[in-house]
């Protein structure tokens, strides 16, 4: 099975290999969120398989450099070896960070970590951050980006993403 023919579906569906349920609208909306421009650099910290990350890179043009983090190795399925970054522990940061246009978290497992990469991480190249979860936790999250730079706040509607689900693009 290759990536991209699971993501044909305009209706969101779950796939084992990812948290948030995947449609093509979803895809779509992502990669026109994503910021233009010469060697764009995409870092989606949590990755996890990389499903999401495969798919939303097959969309863009190939000046986006679509990359992944997460803590073990072993569970990257879908991405290039040389788009994975590992660090130690959910509590680890990725340097490559600091050099990334936007950031996406999808499903994080707390805001602290979120609040680590604002406080520790050099924004000069960061235009966007995108928050991907359940509706439920966007409470726990909110007041982290409304307390940082990057507290212009976008809430999507019918986005693609499913019913109980949420896509939040943090902007400065």
């Known amino acids: 099975m290759t990536a991209i023919s699971f993501a044909s579906s305009t209706e969101p569906r779950h796939h084992p290999d990812c948290c948030m349920a995947i449609s093509q609208p979803l895809l779509h909306n992502l990669a026109n969120l994503l910021p233009h421009g010469p060697a764009i650099s995409v870092l989606s910290i ?3 398989t990389g499903l999401l990350e495969s798919l939303l890179s097959q969309l863009l043009e190939d000046s986006y450099d679509v990359c992944g983090v997460e803590v073990s190795p072993n569970v990257n399925k879908y991405l290039p070896e040389q788009n994975m970054f590992f ?4 509590w680890d940061l990725c ?3 600091g050099k990334s246009h936007a950031w ?4 994080p497992r707390e805001s602290k970590l979120i609040v680590q990469y604002l406080e520790l991480h050099d924004h000069a190249n960061l235009s966007k ?15 982290v980006f409304a307390c940082s730079r990057f507290s212009h706040l ?3 509607e019918d986005c693609g993403a499913a019913a109980y689900e949420m896509v939040v693009v ?3």
């Open 46 to 48: 949590g990755s996890g």
């Open 87 to 90: 660090v130690g522990g959910t």
């Open 95 to 97: 340097s490559q960070a």
């Open 104 to 107: 996406i978290f999808t499903y």
């Open 129 to 143: 951050i995108i928050w991907l979860g359940p509706k439920m936790d966007w409470q726990d999250y909110e007041g």
């Open 154 to 156: 976008t809430i999507l």
């Open 170 to 172: 943090a902007e400065p």
